[in-house]
């Protein structure tokens, strides 16, 4: 939630996906100037030291998602502080999941904004609906804890274990 409200940098009227996630998270000092919704999931969940299934912590939502379910640790159901994904084969957006109800999923996202476009620039809250054709899935971080999730599978489970 501290991240809310921050900006990428702009250059030329537009933004440029300049962040600071990229420099902070061990290797992936690389990713700077690219699309960064991953990197900014993947920079919260280490700065609270919670790990990810072998091949999940990447700069790619299609590469993430997959690692998550090669692990069977994702769901079609949201998990309180899983990792959401979007788009075709999850690898079009991703985000974290803050809260849901019977009908939304809460989200803080980054590299996105609040008018829906294709140009990102920070990160926010979004309210998306649970069932919409975009919603991919959900992977589930090695949280300790117990799950908050509708997902029967999931819900009430401890979550750190492997």
Not at 35 to 47: E, G, M, N, Y
Not at 72 to 94: A, D, S
């Amino acid at each position: 939630m501290s991240q809310l409200a921050y900006h990428e940098g702009k250059s030329g009227g537009h933004w440029n996906n300049d962040q600071k996630y990229s420099d902070q998270l061990p290797g992936f000092a690389w990713s700077d100037g690219q699309p960064w919704c991953a990197t900014f999931v993947q920079w919260c969940l280490w700065q609270v030291g919670v790990s990810v299934p072998t091949g999940a912590r990447s700069a790619s939502c299609a590469a993430s998602a997959s690692a998550y379910k090669r692990a069977g640790r994702f769901t079609e159901y949201p998990v309180v502080g899983g990792q959401i994904f979007y788009g075709r084969n999850g690898g079009t957006h991703t985000g974290i999941v803050e809260r849901y109800d019977a009908t939304y999923v809460y989200t803080v996202e980054g590299n996105t904004n609040t008018s829906g476009s294709s140009e990102g620039d920070g990160v926010y809250r979004r309210k998306r609906v649970r069932r919409d054709d975009y919603v991919y899935g959900y992977g589930v971080p090695y949280y300790k804890g117990k799950a908050d999730s509708p997902d029967p599978k999931w819900k009430g489970r401890e979550m750190s274990t492997r």
